[in-house]
């Protein structure tokens, strides 16, 4: 037997014992432009402890590449969400971070979670193809809210927008 396929049967074997988690969340910079109370960066009980966490920090774009290109190759095939506790749009490469991981082609969805603070025409027409998904928190009062929302829904026709009634 060769090593190959030792490798292929133990890759069966442990899909099969172990399943696969049905999302991956991957944050590419570290930055946000909120403060959002429910936030770990706020609400952490040592806020102290985890300050390093916080500081402005990007993923380089080879680490990001290896872990899509292992998440493929473990088999996942679930969601993709470039977001986890930052705002994505803060980093200029999303998009395409998003291309990159749509064109793998083995992810049912590559979406971001944001804000859309960031989201202007032109950063829409960006977007715009280059996600499955926009998950949107709109913190605004109403009617801004609504006017916002509006907005956005018009500048997106081939990704799809969901916006969370502003709870994160």
Known sequence: MSLDSITRELRSFFRR???LFKRLEIETCS???RSCPNCIRNSHP???AVQDWFQPNLMPAEMFERIMRQACDLGFRGSVCLQHYNEPLMDDRIEEFGRFARGLACF???FISTNADY???ARAR???GTFDMLLIALYLD????TERERW??????????EFTGGAH
């Open 119 to 121: 989201i202007t025409e």
């Open 126 to 128: 960006k977007l715009d």
């Open 46 to 48: 040592n806020r102290a």
């Open 108 to 110: 049912s969805e590559v």
């Open 31 to 33: 930055m946000c432009n």
């Open 152 to 161: 956005l829904r018009a500048q997106f026709s081939k990704t799809k927008l």
């Open 17 to 19: 014992q172990i399943p």
């Open 142 to 145: 109403e009617p801004k809210k």
